[in-house]
């Protein structure tokens, strides 16, 4: 399995960016996917993640202006964030979860693409 990011770029602040990611391989039984990101010097931490069933959950810093959605016949996620601040500069991954056993999951990282938000 594979996961590959797209729509990366230096961006102006209050300008919009929006992310694809597009699962391949052998996929099934998917659960969540979302998208992380990994500021200069800081851990990897969650942006946006949606579940199988279409519900959502975003960081404090994003609410309000980050839109996650799922296209399950393409096996792709998306992220829309608006309004950008120089904050939501790193490297952004995407992240795919799929059931493993009933305890447990297969984890699939993306390649992350960069986000650099100018002031």
């Known amino acids: 399995v594979q996961l590959q990011a797209y729509g990366g770029g230096l961006v102006q602040a209050g300008g919009s960016l929006r992310l694809s990611c597009v699962a391949s391989g052998s996929i099934s039984s998917v659960k969540d996917m979302g998208w992380y990101r990994e500021a200069p010097g800081k851990q990897r931490e969650l942006v946006a993640v949606?579940?199988?069933?279409?519900?959502?959950n975003y960081a404090d810093s994003v609410k309000g202006r980050a839109t996650i959605s799922r296209d399950n016949a393409k096996n792709t996620v998306y992220l829309q964030v608006n309004s950008l601040k120089p904050d939501d500069t790193g490297v952004y991954y995407c992240?795919?979860?799929?059931?493993?056993?009933?305890?447990?999951?297969?984890?699939?990282w993306g390649q992350g693409t960069q986000v650099t938000v100018s002031s």
């Open positions: 992240n795919m979860k799929t059931v493993a056993t009933v305890w447990t999951d297969y984890n699939y």
């Open positions: 949606i579940n199988s069933g279409g519900t959502t």
